[in-house]
């Protein structure tokens, strides 16, 4: 089946410096992957789609200039927090689907935790 | 508003207890999903029905989607703990479209 792979687990970063979090999709390739940020015990918030060789589409009330979004081959999508903050902390989680299957739903990355100090 | 409603937010039920979650929506969905979530870890794909009045069983759990597709239920039988968890339903608008998330239902099942 479609696995989906999310790295890092967990970091934890200093004010003012940037992180980056990647998605792979390991077994399929993926046009368009999902970015999602969750805070605890709530449901997943929509961040911004990420599409293979163009520029990411962003949800209302999401900073583009804040959170880039590259995705630069059919296997892999980043996610860049930059001049991360503590209310950035969080835990953000990509999906990605078989193109041809999306519609029986998306398999999800295992999740970053970040912590801002 | 949240497109997707969610009911109930948290349940705390016994083991051997049976249980409903409700997905309710006004918007009409081309497909709708069920996955359940860990703590820590990304949410699971645990079911997706697509025709209006479908019924789909996965062991102890019982997925029906409304007749109108406005709406989904998951049903679980003699819950255990191991079902504990954030159940979310999620829908799609269209076949290729992004998904929204139900708000989520925290599910504890006790020993």
């Known amino acids: 089946g479609a696995v989906v792979s999310q790295h890092p687990s967990w970091v934890i970063c200093k004010s003012g410096t940037s992180v980056k979090i990647e998605c792979r999709s390991l077994d399929f390739q993926a046009t368009t992957m999902f970015w999602y940020r969750q805070f605890p015990k709530q449901s997943l918030m929509l961040m911004a789609t990420?599409?293979?060789?163009?520029?990411?589409?962003?949800e209302q009330g999401v900073e583009k200039d804040k959170f880039l979004i590259n995705h630069a081959s059919l296997t892999l999508s980043t996610l860049t927090v930059t001049s991360a903050h503590p209310e950035d902390s969080s835990f953000y989680i990509c999906?990605?689907?078989?193109?041809?299957?999306?519609?029986?739903?998306?398999?999800f990355g295992s999740g970053t935790r970040l912590t801002v100090v | 508003t949240q497109l997707l409603e969610q009911s109930p937010q948290f349940l705390s039920i016994q083991e051997g207890e049976n249980l409903t979650v409700y997905c309710n929506s006004s918007?009409?969905?081309?497909?709708l999903q069920w996955y359940r979530q860990e703590p820590g870890e990304g949410p699971v794909l645990l079911v997706t029905?697509?025709?209006?009045?479908e019924v789909k069983k996965l062991k102890r759990l019982t997925f029906q989607f409304g007749d109108a597709r406005k709406d989904s239920s998951l049903h679980i039988t003699a819950a255990q703990p191991g079902d504990t968890g954030l159940y979310l339903c999620a829908g799609a608008r269209t076949n290729a479209g992004k998904s929204t998330f139900g708000d989520g239902t925290t599910l504890t099942v006790k020993p």
């Open positions: 990420s599409n293979e060789g163009s520029k990411a589409t962003y």
């Open positions: 918007s009409v969905f081309s497909s």
């Open positions: 999906s990605a689907g078989v193109p041809s299957q999306v519609a029986y739903g998306y398999t």
């Open positions: 029905v697509v025709t209006g009045g």
